[in-house]
């Protein structure tokens, strides 16, 4: 037997496998996966609402060239498996290849074993009481309310999850892992006098129970307090193009959306990034380098190994000012000619692998903060971002912006709130003039949606983007 979650074994596997390419596809795979995800909730002083989820299936993929059937079964009995398998053959035998490149990359890394435990879990969340968790979550209340007289209202949550998958493909690859993922965020309501501001804050690991102690109970306390008493004496900025500095840490998520996804191969593989035919050449400055990393312990991003059997590593997207590498699937890999990054990832069985991000940041330069903000005459520092929106091909975007300063003769001065950035993502890669040496990673619940949702974690130093346009909340 493969493991006591998947009752299946290998001569199971095998013929499941064999259905699979009974229309002649190029490559098959199996990705068994059971997942139990618990959440609880605390409003009003109390945790009120609870409730747990499990999923389990397997999904069934032949590729054939650039062409793909999927299908997946609930059920994990030889029948269901094979009506799925055969299911997929016939979705791959009617595309035929067309004039698809061979998957050049696909047989070539089938012996790679990686060996790491990125996420090692000390203590799984399956052996704890949701009465232990609910804990953390009134020591979380406790200490919103006794740290400001002006909160109202505080929505606590906590979710776990731990996912337990096995992997095998058509040559020969078996491989199982065990991914926990923890998560606590915080939502703050505060008042003072005739004004009510609301806060959020989240963290979140790839850890099991030991992710909940009193030392982050204590930070998500802090980090909301101050994030939500900031924006009473805030205000807009003038609107305009100007110099705009971005804050470490939780800038990174301008960075995954605005430049991350045009990086990743199915887009440039279709043409449809602004990066398409840019490999190789300068993109940014020298001394500029842009990681997209699954190999960082315990992040939310993390992989052991990606979904379809690549152990993870840490790829250069843009090494030195110039791009290195796009992230890649198999399918992407194979039309290249290159080695898998370990990016094809997946929501759930139900879906097929695509090129996704995991933690995407820019590694640290050699200026420092303050030393970027003495350079802006007039401009602004930006440090809290929420909604986005990108577009993908040409990389245009908008960012909300929740909190920042304004930048006047070299100083931070006045609180602002409430305003957009908006610029071209190539185009501002193109315009960032410094670098800071302050690297953080924003450890929140990052998930991308790309068709399917995955969870990732993006990070950056401060970076000094000589121009882009600010306007406000219309």
Not at 23 to 38: K, M, N, S
Not at 88 to 101: D, K, L, P, S, Y
Request: hydrophobic content about 35%; charged content about 20%; overall charge negative.
């Amino acid at each position: 037997m493969i493991d006591y979650i998947f009752p299946t074994c290998e001569e199971d596997i095998a013929k499941v496998l064999g259905a699979a390419l009974s229309r002649g596809g190029d490559f098959a795979d199996l990705y068994f996966e059971h997942t139990v995800t618990h959440t609880l909730v605390l409003m009003d002083g109390q945790v009120n609402s609870a409730y747990s989820n499990i999923d389990y299936g397997v999904g069934v993929r032949v590729v054939r060239g650039e062409h793909t059937g999927y299908a997946y079964s609930e059920r994990t009995t030889l029948e269901d498996m094979l009506r799925a398998a055969r299911f997929a053959a016939e979705i791959n035998g009617q595309a035929g290849t067309g004039t698809a490149r061979r998957q050049a990359g696909i047989h070539e890394y089938d012996d790679i074993a990686s060996g790491n435990n990125f996420y090692p879990s000390i203590f799984p969340w399956e052996e704890h009481t949701v009465s232990e968790k609910a804990g953390y979550l009134q020591k979380l209340n406790d200490a919103v309310f006794g740290a400001d007289t002006r909160v109202v209202k505080l929505i606590g949550q906590i979710g776990d999850q731990q996912t337990r998958i096995f992997y095998a493909d058509s040559t020969g690859r078996r491989m199982t892992d065990y991914r926990p993922l923890g998560s606590m965020s915080a939502t703050v309501i505060m008042k003072d006098g005739d004004r009510t501001e609301n806060f959020y804050n989240s963290k979140s690991f790839r850890r099991g129970f030991e992710f909940l102690n009193d030392s982050m109970v204590m930070e998500l306390t802090g980090s909301v307090i101050k994030g939500c008493s900031f924006l009473f004496g805030a205000s807009q900025p003038s609107p305009g193009e100007m110099p705009v500095i971005i804050g470490s840490g939780g800038g990174g998520i301008l960075l995954h959306e605005a430049i991350g996804h045009a990086f990743e191969a199915d887009f440039n593989r279709k043409n449809v990034s602004i990066f398409s035919d840019r490999m190789g050449s300068r993109v940014c400055r020298e001394g500029i380098d842009i990681v997209d990393d699954g190999t960082l312990p315990g992040n939310r991003g993390s992989l052991n190994f990606d979904d379809e059997g690549i152990p993870s590593q840490k790829t250069y997207m843009v090494k030195d000012g110039i791009l290195n590498s796009f992230l890649h699937d198999r399918i992407s890999a194979g039309f290249y000619g290159v080695a898998p990054t370990g990016n094809g990832r997946r929501e759930s069985f139900r879906h097929m692998p695509i090129p996704r991000m995991r933690a995407t940041y820019m590694e640290n330069g050699t200026a420092d903060e303050e030393s970027l903000i003495r350079e802006v005459k007039k401009g602004i520092y930006v440090d809290n971002f929420s909604n986005g929106q990108v577009q993908i091909g040409a990389g245009d975007f908008t960012f909300f912006v929740k909190s920042g300063y304004l930048i006047e003769n070299g100083h931070l001065t006045r609180p602002i709130k409430d305003c957009n950035i908006i610029g071209n993502g190539p185009q501002a890669l193109s315009d960032i003039v410094g670098v800071a040496d302050n690297l953080k990673m924003e450890n929140g619940t990052w998930t991308c949606g790309k068709g399917q949702s995955v969870p990732v974690c993006c990070g950056m130093p401060s970076v000094m983007i000589s121009r882009l346009n600010v306007g406000g909340t219309n």
